[in-house]
Each structure stands twice: as C-alpha cells, then as structure tokens.
C-alpha cells in the first residue's frame, strides 16, 4: 500500500494560512488511499500560487505556460493513456488566460481530473480580481471595485454537460479527500472547483465567509442535470459542496496510444520537410 510519505515533503513559498497546504496534504491521501505511487501520475499545472503544487510532492510533473496546463495534459493523455493525469492550477491561470482551453476540454472529454484553487483572486501577482471575483470586489488594482461580474465556472461547466462537476472547499479536507477520489475514478473530464481563501490578498472570501455559507449535498441526484444546473448557480448566501453532475459521455480517445499508430516514415519526412 503506498503511504503518504511516499509523496515527500518539501519547503513551500506559499504564505500562512494558505489554502494550497490543505489542498496538497488533501490530494496526496487521496492518491494514497487509491495506491497510486508518484510514478503513476502526472500533475500538469501553468502560473501562479496553485500551480506550484505539483513542484511540493514528489510526482511526474509539467510546469507550463500561464493558462496552457490543459493542452499538456491533454497531449500527455494521448501519449500515454496509461499514466493518471491530473491539471492543478488556480481560478487565474484556469478560467483567464486558459479559459479557451477549459471550454474546450470539456466539450472533448479527455479522461483528466482538474483541480482548480479558487480564491477569487489573483494570488501571486498580488491581488488583482481574478475571473470568479465578485462584482465590487475592492483590489489595489481595482480600487472603485470589480465592474465586471464574476465568472461562475461551475454552472458552465455544468450547461455544457461536462461528464464530472463538483465543488468542494480546503477548510473541508475530509470532503475534499473524497471529492478527489470520486473525481479520479470518473472516466473523462471531471472538474473540481476547490474554494479556499487567500489570507494575504483576499479580506472579504475568507476562511469565516466560506464556512458559514458553505454545506455538503446530501440526498441530491448527480444525473439530474436541472438540478445541478439550479445548484451549480447558489453561490451566494449558500453555497452546495460535493459532486453536481456527472454523466457517461463518449471518452475523447480511449484506450488510443497514439505512439502505436502505424506510419510511413518516409511520408512523415515529407510532411516535416514541407515546413522548412
């Protein structure tokens, strides 16, 4: 059975109080209750506070552009259908600059899981509003307010009948835990929106502000799309955490090994010596 000081340990440079520490501690004892060694998976992530995660465990791990974590983990996927291939990034890097590549990711339903460390702020470049931060949301970079209303990636993800949406919250670690498990065991694109604060950036989503809104589903059926759609939209005085929607959906090549494929390599050659 792997343990889970099999994932290492290592000096972080994220502040006190951070939500990522729960989100680490909460993924490696998920990855250990599933017996999965560190050689056994892949942690794409792009730029920002969340997205140095994969560099805190010991795993194999590619560290990307700002917003380009889902093509790599896409192409890893298809290299390697074997390999467990997870996306850790932030609300930032995932919905702003990479939020083409969201879109797109769950219309193809490549068997990935993504977490994404949403704390309604843009964290390491030091607290402008991210897309999910609120309409009014005050930053140093908006001082009269957020004027634009926050994206809510959850009932997107949902509307478009992504395969897995669930939401969770770091201040929640045995949730989360199994949230993650049930996320990784899904075949296709499973999100996970994982709320948690920035103490150093963002004084209105606190640690106090998530846990008196926030409440674990119970008795809610996660192929009645209505009704994911009708939860994946509180967010505001309520806030539902657990597993919205999920769906059976064709998996984007399964079981497809793209090194197996038979070519010519004189045509590749060609094709190649087209370009120069």
Same mark, same amino acid.
């Given at each position: 059975?792997?343990?889970?000081?099999?994932?290492?340990?290592?000096?972080?440079?994220?502040?006190? =109080? *951070?939500?990522?520490?729960?989100?680490l501690k909460c993924l490696k004892q998920a990855l250990a209750e599933? #017996?999965?060694?560190?050689?056994?998976?892949?942690?794409?992530?792009?730029?920002?506070?969340?997205?140095?995660?994969?560099?805190?465990?010991? *795993?194999?791990?590619?560290?990307?552009?700002?917003?380009?974590?889902?093509?790599?983990?896409?192409?890893?996927?298809?290299?390697?259908?074997?390999? %467990?291939?997870?996306?850790?990034? =932030?609300?930032?890097?995932?919905? =702003?600059?990479?939020?083409?590549?969201?879109?797109?990711?769950?219309?193809?339903?490549? #068997?990935?899981?993504?977490?994404?460390?949403?704390?309604?702020?843009?964290?390491?470049t030091k607290g402008q509003a991210s897309p999910t931060s609120a %309409?009014?949301?005050?930053?140093?970079?908006?001082?009269?307010?957020? %004027?634009?209303?926050?994206?809510?990636?959850?009932?997107?993800?949902?509307?478009?009948?992504?395969?897995?949406?669930?939401?969770?919250?770091?201040?929640?670690?045995?949730?989360?835990?199994?949230?993650?498990?049930?996320?990784?065991?899904?075949?296709?694109?499973?999100?996970? #929106?994982?709320?948690?604060?920035?103490?150093?950036?963002?004084?209105?989503?606190?640690?106090?502000?998530?846990?008196?809104?926030?409440?674990?589903?119970?008795?809610?059926?996660?192929?009645?799309?209505?009704?994911?759609?009708?939860?994946?939209?509180?967010?505001?005085?309520?806030?539902?955490?657990?597993v919205l929607y999920r769906a059976d959906k064709p998996v984007f090549?399964?079981?497809?090994?793209?090194? #197996?494929?038979?070519? @010519?390599?004189? @045509?590749?050659?060609?094709?190649?010596?087209?370009?120069?």
């Amino acid at each position: 059975m792997v343990s889970i000081e099999e994932y290492g340990e290592f000096e972080t440079a994220w502040c006190p =109080g *951070c939500g990522n520490f729960s989100i680490l501690k909460c993924l490696k004892q998920a990855l250990a209750e599933q #017996d999965l060694a560190p050689r056994d998976i892949v942690i794409s992530s792009g730029i920002g506070q969340a997205a140095k995660l994969p560099h805190y465990l010991r *795993c194999n791990m590619f560290n990307g552009l700002h917003g380009r974590s889902l093509p790599v983990a896409q192409g890893i996927k298809m290299a390697n259908p074997g390999l %467990r291939v997870l996306v850790s990034s =932030g609300d930032g890097c995932s919905y =702003g600059e990479g939020g083409n590549h969201f879109l797109a990711a769950v219309r193809r339903n490549m #068997d990935l899981t993504v977490l994404v460390h949403d704390n309604q702020i843009y964290g390491l470049t030091k607290g402008q509003a991210s897309p999910t931060s609120a %309409r009014g949301h005050v930053t140093k970079a908006q001082p009269e307010g957020n %004027r634009s209303d926050g994206f809510n990636p959850v009932a997107t993800a949902v509307a478009m009948k992504a395969s897995f949406v669930a939401r969770a919250f770091s201040g929640e670690p045995e949730h989360l835990v199994a949230v993650i498990k049930e996320a990784m065991a899904h075949r296709g694109f499973s999100l996970v #929106d994982i709320l948690q604060p920035c103490v150093s950036f963002n004084k209105v989503n606190t640690y106090a502000w998530y846990k008196e809104r926030t409440y674990i589903l119970e008795d809610h059926d996660p192929t009645d799309w209505a009704s994911a759609m009708a939860l994946s939209e509180e967010f505001g005085e309520r806030i539902p955490l657990g597993v919205l929607y999920r769906a059976d959906k064709p998996v984007f090549a399964h079981g497809d090994r793209l090194a #197996d494929h038979a070519y @010519d390599k004189n @045509d590749l050659k060609a094709v190649l010596q087209s370009y120069t």
